[in-house]
């Protein structure tokens, strides 16, 4: 699970865990500054200690409870089955174990260190990025409150907007892996002899060494003595090792063309189909569906016949469809079968059953116990049949002698068959040859008759290259659907990548929601009221129009690793609205009227929020900029969160003091007139 361990370990760099800490210091230097300046003088030890209590208990609850969100937010994830389930568990393992460890220091050594170390003369002094950030943000803020309700209706919009934008975004399972190395499978006529598959396949092998990129390449064939993967001569696993990309003559050539090239290479030689693919990723997709490829129309029915023609034109249609590559039906058919017909009249003639013929064919052929012969302790049967020469020889097979059924006399004497009336054409002859009572035909037969839930299918494989698997699972369908008459009694299932992305779709139907109820149920339980909840949780739309579009601009299809993204955004947008309601609610209980009290509570809380906002995009950038092994997996998951927290942050500073001023205007009006 490597993918799954790299993002766990990036999980660790993710900035989460010391966002509790970040709110925690901010504020405790914060109150030690201010009351050094009240009071004119070096606070003493136990002032101090005093000062970095209050303090820590003035933001450790909302600190701690929107730290406490997003641990809860990746339990959800912990419910994800099947390959996902397996990619993610340790992230969210790895996630919740720090968070939880980092909520423990923060209440504890963070607190205590500062009211142990931070002597001396303590003064906020303010650098030249937060005083322009003030600046900046002071103007705009007041700008927001006076015209708070068209602040909300574009926050709006831009929901709106980036649901229409999601809903035509690609999407796909887990984005692929850039393995480094290519897995090519050659695939050749049904029967092939083992050792013309080697021929032709030392002739292949020998093409592709030309490319200077190419360290090695090797294949397998056959089936080896535990058959986990068995395979007939006529396929070969094919594995082209690849140079490191500093040996590349053209380091910055994209790995598709060079798979591109390699596929033009080989099709000049004759006699093979060729499928071209990742290692990991075809046992991947084996794994998942049965097949190799991405996705696999799987065409159930009863006559072979029916659906090789069938399968046919599916796979005719589906090379017509962007994005199509490696398109290949399954071999069915092709291998070269020897029929042994009956004659049944000439049978009855000669007083012969079916039964008796096919003892003697089987005798010859596959042969039958005769005996058993004993070496001390050890005992061998004794296997009578035809040597191989004449068991391959047509000619020979002809003349097989078959013996007619034995003799009896009637009463007058004379020989009759024990199984019919009428007398033999030869009565001497004791034997016949099996060509005077059966036709020998070589002929095309079944290569392999699967099944799958006891049903015979066939498959349609195919690999997709330059879109995603999504749009081009939806094309196919409605072009299939459409031009495809399939007979009644046959049906077409979708599997592959395809299939588990369906699977895991639903699951995230389940998962997702349930994530919001928890956050909105913590948000309640912290505030004591519906309002605030409200107010913190819509936080969480927003976040999610950054991460779309982030995807958007980044052109990365939506899939389970971009969903597990907005999973984990869901908690870290409403821990900065937490912070700063929590903090305009305690300047308002102080007496403060309410817009005094939403500009101080703002501005006071415009450096935490934009540390804790600057600390986790930050340790996502690496995840969103990587290009490693696993970078694939964890780029769509970071640029969710990067996107989701750069919109949440805008949110939390310019729209949420806009929202909370119509939230409670009733309010201020109603103190107004009782004042009054």
Known sequence: NISGNLMSLGALDFGLIVDGAVIIVENCVRCLSEEQHKVKRLLTRPERFEVVRDATKEVVRPSFFGVFII?????????????????????AFTVIMALAGAMI?????????????????????????????????????????????????????????????????????????????VAMHA?????????????????????????????????????????????PPSLADGFIIMKPRKEWPDRKKPKAQLVSELAA?????????????????????????????????????????????????????????????????????????????????????????????????????????????????????IILRLPENLRTDIDGLERLPVPLPKRDRDS???????????????????FIHLSEVADILIAPGPNMINRENGKRRIVVTVNVRGRDLGSFVAEAQQQINATIIIPAGYWINWGGQFEQLISATKRLQIVVPISLLLIFFLLFTTFGNVKHALLVFTGVPLALTGGIAALWLRDIPVSISAGVGFIAL????????????????????????LEDAIIEGSLTRLRPVLMTALVASLGFVPMALATGTGAEVQRPLATVVIGGIVSSTILTLLVLPGLYRIFHRREETSKLENAA
């Open 71 to 91: 641990m809860v937010v990746y339990l959800p994830i912990l419910s994800l089955s099947g390959v996902e389930g397996k990619m993610f568990h340790p992230m």
């Open 105 to 181: 220091l923060a209440a504890t050594f963070i607190p205590a260190s500062i009211a142990l170390f931070l002597t001396g003369n303590i003064s906020e002094k303010e650098n030249f990025i937060m005083r322009r950030a003030k600046a900046i943000y002071l103007p705009a803020l007041k700008f927001s409150l006076r015209f708070r309700g068209v602040a909300v209706f574009a926050a709006v919009f831009l929901v709106l907007v980036s649901g229409i934008v999601a809903s035509r975004m690609g999407t796909e399972f887990i984005p692929s892996l850039d393995e480094g190395d």
């Open 187 to 231: 695939l050749r006529i049904p029967g092939t002899a083992l050792s013309q598959a080697i021929e032709m396949q030392h002739a292949l092998e020998k093409r592709l060494r030309q490319f200077p990129e190419v360290k090695n390449v090797f294949a397998r064939m056959g089936t080896a003595e535990i058959a986990t993967d068995p395979m």
């Open 265 to 381: 290479a080989v099709e000049e030689i004759p006699g093979n189909n060729y499928e071209f693919t990742q290692p990991i990723q075809m046992r991947f997709n084996e794994l998942i569906a049965g097949v190799r490829s991405d996705v696999a129309v799987k065409l159930f029915g009863e006559d072979m016949a029916v659906l090789q023609q069938i399968g046919k034109q599916i796979e005719k249609e589906m090379k017509t469809i962007p994005g199509a590559s490696d398109v290949k039906l399954e071999q069915t058919t092709g291998l070269p079968l020897m029929s042994i017909i009956p004659k049944r009249g000439a049978l009855a003639r000669y007083g012969l059953s079916v039964a008796e013929l096919q003892d003697v064919i089987e005798t010859a052929l596959g042969g039958k116990a005769a005996g058993e012969v004993f070496e001390g302790d050890k005992r061998f049967e």
């Open 412 to 430: 007058e004497g004379d020989e009759i068959y024990t199984r019919v009336s009428n007398p033999p054409i030869n009565p001497s002859q004791s």
């Open 570 to 593: 869901s908690g870290v947008a409403v821990l900065n609205g937490l912070v700063m309601i929590s903090f305009i609610n305690k300047l308002r209980a102080e007496g403060k009227p």
